[in-house]
C-alpha cells in the first residue's frame, strides 16, 4: 500500500532544482540514482495491465526502476534473496556483530568509497574469522553474512558492518561442532584491537601506495605527516565492536536479515511531512534511551537530497558478503557437514524446488488471482480500459 509521503515526491518536486544548483558536481551515478527513484512505478518506465481470473477487478502497475538505492524497489528483492538464505540456516543461535568505523576514519571514506568499504569488509570478517580460530576463544570455522550500511538514523555518513554469525562452527580437522556459549561469542574487546590494527595498517598502505584521494576539509591529508597525524588520536581510541544476543530461533533471524540486508538509507515509511522546501522524518538519537531516542528531524529539501544521495555505492559494489562456512564454491559442502555433525537431516537433493512466490499482489476485491492481460512500453499508457476478465472455463462474455 502505497504510504502518503515517498522519496520519490520529494525528488520529483525538488530534483530538478537541485540538478540545477549542483549542476557539475553531481556524478552520473548519482543522476542516474535521482532519475531512477523520480520515475520508479510511473508510466515513464511503462508497465502492464492485471485483471482478476474470478471477478474481472483490473488495475494498472506500473514497472519497478529496480535501482538498489530506491525505497519502493527493495522489498521483492529482499524476499527472493530470503527464500534463498533460509535452506542456509543452521538450528543453532545467531549472534548479531556490528564493526564501526571511528568518525576520523569515515570522513575518508566517504572520498575513497570502493578501496574502503572493501577494506573494512575484509578487516571486520577476518578479525572475525581469526579470534573464532584461536584455540583460547572458540577454536572453530565459523560462518558469517555481512551486510555494509554507510549511514546513520539521520542520513548523516556513518560506514559500519552488521553480521549474522552462527553460533559456532566447524573444528579445525572438520570433525567436531564446536558450540559457542549460550550467550556469549567472541569477546569484544579482543575484536576490537585486532581489528582496529588490521585496518591502520592496511589503510596507511594505502596512503603510502598513494591510492587514496583527499578533498575539501581533508585535502591537506595528502601529506604523509598530515595523514598520520589525523590518525593518532584512533590509534588509541576504542573501536566499537557490538555484539547482541543470540536471535530466539531461525525465524528471528530472517526476520532480522529482512529488515537490514536490502535496507535503503532511509525508507518511505520514515517521512512524514513535505511542505515543499523542507523535509520532516523520523530518526533515532542512539545518545538517548526509551521513548526519548525517537526524535523527529526537519532537513530543507536541498540538504535531504544531499544526504540521500552520499550513501550511493560504487557501481559494481557487494553490500551483501559470506565469508567463512558461508563463502562462496564450499558454502554446500560446509553446510551439508555441519547439519551432518549436529544431527540435522540434509535436504533431499532429488526434491524439486519449491516455486517462487507470486510477488503480484491478489485482487483487492476478492482476493483471486491476478494475470497480465496487457504490457505497455515506456512513456506510454494502456490503449483503453480492458474489459472485464472472465474465469478460465466460463464462456466468454
Known amino acids: 500500500m502505497r504510504t502518503s509521503l515517498e522519496v520519490a515526491d520529494v525528488f520529483r518536486a525538488a530534483g530538478p532544482a537541485y540538478r540545477a544548483t549542483h549542476a557539475g558536481h553531481l556524478s552520473l551515478h548519482q543522476l542516474k540514482i535521482m532519475s531512477a527513484v523520480e520515475h520508479c512505478r510511473t508510466a515513464a518506465l511503462g508497465g502492464h495491465v492485471e485483471a482478476c481470473t474470478d471477478c474481472g477487478h483490473w488495475r494498472i502497475a506500473y514497472n519497478s526502476c529496480r535501482n538498489r538505492h530506491c525505497p519502493k524497489c527493495q522489498g521483492a528483492a529482499a524476499r527472493t534473496w530470503l527464500a534463498a538464505r533460509e535452506a542456509d540456516l543452521l538450528p543453532v543461535g545467531y549472534f548479531h556483530v556490528v564493526f564501526t568505523l571511528p568518525a576520523e576514519i569515515g570522513a575518508i571514506a566517504f572520498h575513497n568509497k570502493a578501496l574502503l568499504y572493501d577494506l573494512l569488509f575484509k578487516t571486520a570478517s577476518e578479525t572475525m574469522l581469526t579470534i573464532a580460530a584461536d584455540p583460547k576463544h572458540l577454536g572453530a570455522r565459523i560462518g558469517i553474512t555481512a551486510v555494509l550500511h554507510s549511514w546513520g538514523s539521520a542520513l548523516t555518513h556513518h560506514p559500519h558492518i552488521h553480521m549474522i ?9 572438520g570433525e567436531r561442532w564446536v558450540a559457542a556459549r549460550p550467550a556469549f561469542l567472541l569477546p569484544v574487546r579482543v575484536l576490537g584491537a585486532l581489528f582496529r590494527r588490521l585496518f591502520l595498517f592496511r589503510l ?3 596512503h603510502d601506495a598513494g591510492r587514496l584521494a583527499f578533498f575539501g576539509a581533508t585535502a591537506a591529508l595528502a601529506e604523509r605527516r598530515a595523514f598520520l597525524r589525523h590518525l593518532s588520536p584512533v590509534r588509541k581510541k576504542r573501536w566499537v565492536v557490538y555484539a547482541k544476543p543470540p536471535f530466539a530461533g531461525p525465524e528471528a533471524v530472517l526476520a532480522y536479515l529482512a529488515r537490514y540486508t536490502h535496507r535503503v538509507a532511509i525508507s518511505n515509511r520514515r517521512l512524514l511531512r513535505f511542505d515543499g522546501a523542507g523535509v520532516t522524518f523520523r530518526y533515532k538519537d542512539y545518545r538517548r534511551s526509551g521513548a526519548d531516542r525517537q526524535q523527529v528531524m526537519t532537513l530543507t529539501a536541498d540538504e535531504f537530497i544531499r544526504r540521500f544521495l552520499m550513501h550511493d555505492l560504487p557501481r559494481g559494489f ?3 558478503r559470506h565469508y567463512g562456512l558461508l563463502a562462496g564454491a564450499t558454502r554446500k559442502a560446509h553446510l551439508a557437514r555441519a547439519r551432518q555433525l549436529l544431527g540435522v537431516a540434509l535436504p533431499d537433493a532429488n526434491e524439486a524446488p ?8 491478489p485482487c483487492p476485491c476478492c482476493g483471486g488471482h491476478m494475470i497480465i492481460i496487457e504490457v505497455f512500453e515506456r512513456r506510454y499508457q494502456p490503449r483503453a480500459p480492458p474489459a472485464a476478465v472472465s474465469a478460465p472455463g466460463s464462456p466468454a462474455s
Open 165 to 173: 554469525v552462527p553460533g559456532g562452527g566447524l573444528s579445525p580437522d
Open 204 to 206: 596507511i598502505a594505502l
Open 354 to 361: 519449491a516455486e517462487p512466490p507470486d510477488a503480484r499482489p
Open 318 to 320: 557487494h553490500r551483501i
